[in-house]
């Protein structure tokens, strides 16, 4: 049966497990893992998974695709400790919300048998673990896809319709681009939440503050509640990135209290805050169209596709065992070979 | 029966409309009067008013508490148009954004037989309009109250219970105070919003950037979204303490991006985000408490009291009239007295 592994069990695999059960796809088998004792045999009960596996080596044997959801400071140790358990062909993706490193990791430490394609579902929410899992975590949300140089077209289509599948929306992207894009609408959001929360709480007239403060506030600063480890890891991992979008968040802070100071300036504050609402209520509408922007693809057909191609690779793996098995029967019969060089 | 004018029926005017006619008071005739056309007729049909008012001053008439819910451009305005209507011992409050000019123009502009005290419910959302109003706009929601230094204790009293039956939290306040504590909750995080919303759509990578948006993108500039007459009013009568906040928070942003520029001083980033997310969490759970936070009182005394206060001036007024006709009767059966000095 088709077997798709995903190691890490919290909020992102956990979700993805459930999205992925919730497709009611017949004949894929998922077989999950999770470092934390306990987490996998929970995600198991919850119908996240099919199959706790031990270890990570485990739970990729056999499996045509491998989605690694690891936070992203375990993502490198992750694919070295699978390595040398993946199948031959095998489509492996991850989830972590930098790319730069990753596509780096995998070129390094995964062999040049299988497919590696980046990914980075955006999607997350201010609570983490297994038990903040939710099928419907990634409806209608954008989910980059990274394609390494060596991945096949056809691991690139697997991991689209992957993504589709959970509900989410493709969005191909080189790794440089989203690591630069992702601090301007992710890692810098989550800074300056970060920030005025903590303004306002180490405040001394917190207890005023607290007490006026409003649902404004409270979605403003919401980021400001992301697991620590979290914002860590994204500032080790796309720290050039987000310095740049720190100092112009910063400037364009500085253009909105230019037009606040100069009196006669409040015209043209009128018209940037008018602006900026009207951009808004069109991207909440219809976010602009990308030129490059995939086709947009059924996620029943998708369901089909990825089955298709995990059943085609499940196939020539059929078929290689058979192919060894009949080359042993062979070498049992005759003599081996002596090097003649 | 005892009588409360709402003078602009917008988001604001209109849920509080809405918020005490579910609150069942029998006996209390709302009168409303919104300066657009056809906004009064709608309020009523929608059950925010019971009498649709054609002039500010005929919506006061009578009424023993009065509710300026315009923008805070027509607050002065409205007080000159309603000066000379309004009822001996009437209580008049407000729902701008900014309290220190109001209180000015109150102490200026109304006489001093009523009692003013200023009112903001912080409870905004970033449609407006009458059709945008709800009953629950206000439920749970922080409702500042700052007494005028002529306002009698039985007038806050009466605002104060105002507040409850909207299902709101009175937190009582003194105008500086607000308005400065205010640009640090909502006039600084509505700013940094829209600087934030406005650096991605004015980049030339946005349709990139907005395919990637995810959720904390979307929640982080909600306030983006807000009617840009807002923001231009508040910056117009709070400009001071929003530059300060301003400058607070662009330094803040600096204080972060040390610590993601200096590769040692992550784990102070680790400790710094790790702090936020507790003190969120626990502001989320139960925000600290106010020294002087008032005693807590339940929504149904509070209905009653109010209109124990209203039926309260009412009594007052119908002795005054009776004393007036009586005056007048006797005025007609005596001969005008000259003036003796």
Redesign the interface.
């Known amino acids: 049966m088709p077997r798709l592994a995903i190691i890490g069990l919290g909020l992102i695999g956990g979700s993805l497990g459930l999205a992925l059960k919730a497709a009611n796809l017949e004949s894929l088998e998922i077989v999950g893992h999770d470092r934390e004792w306990g987490v996998g045999g929970r995600a198991k009960r919850l119908g996240a998974i099919d199959q706790d596996a031990r270890l990570p080596e485990d739970a990729v044997e056999g499996a045509s695709i491998v989605v690694i959801a690891t936070p992203v400071s375990q993502v490198k140790q992750t694919m070295k400790d699978i390595a040398s358990s993946l199948s031959e062909g095998a489509v492996v993706t991850d989830t972590a919300s930098t790319k730069r490193d990753v596509m780096r990791w995998a070129k390094e430490h995964l062999p040049d048998n299988v497919n590696f394609v980046g990914g980075h579902p955006?999607?997350?929410?201010e609570t983490s673990g297994l038990d903040a899992a939710e099928a419907t975590l990634f409806q209608g949300?954008?989910w980059?896809v990274i394609p390494s140089v060596r991945a096949s077209e056809a691991a690139v289509t697997a991991v689209e319709n992957l993504v589709r599948l959970a509900g989410a929306?493709p969005?191909i992207?080189d790794a440089e681009?989203?690591d630069?894009?992702?601090a301007?609408?992710?890692h810098?959001?989550?800074?300056?939440?970060?920030?005025?929360?903590?303004?306002?709480?180490e405040?001394p007239?917190?207890?005023?503050?607290?007490?006026?403060?409003?649902?404004?506030?409270?979605?403003?600063?919401?980021?400001?509640?992301?697991?620590?480890?979290l914002?860590?890891d994204i500032?080790?991992t796309n720290?050039e990135n987000?310095?740049h979008?720190?100092?112009?968040?910063?400037d364009?802070?500085?253009?909105?209290?230019a037009?606040?100071?100069q009196g006669g300036a409040?015209d043209e504050?009128?018209k940037?805050?008018?602006?900026?609402?009207t951009?808004?209520?069109s991207?909440?509408e219809k976010?602009?169209?990308?030129?490059r922007?995939a086709e947009e693809v059924a996620s029943v057909s998708a369901g089909q596709a990825m089955l298709q191609f995990m059943v085609g690779e499940w196939a020539v793996r059929r078929a290689k065992q058979v192919e060894d098995i009949a080359e042993r029967r062979v070498a049992t019969n005759e003599p081996p070979r002596k090097d003649v060089s």
């Open positions: 955006i999607a997350g929410k949300r954008p980059a929306v969005v992207i681009e989203h630069s894009y992702l301007a609408v992710s810098l959001p989550l800074l300056a939440a970060t920030a005025l929360f903590s303004l306002a709480a405040s007239a917190w207890p005023d503050l607290a007490a006026l403060a409003g649902p404004g506030f409270r979605d403003t600063t919401r980021l400001g509640s992301t697991n620590p480890d914002g860590h500032s080790l720290r987000i310095l979008w720190l100092d112009r968040y910063i364009e802070l500085r253009r909105y209290r037009l606040v100071a409040l504050l009128y940037q805050l008018a602006k900026v609402q951009a808004r209520d991207f909440l976010p602009p169209e990308r030129p922007s």
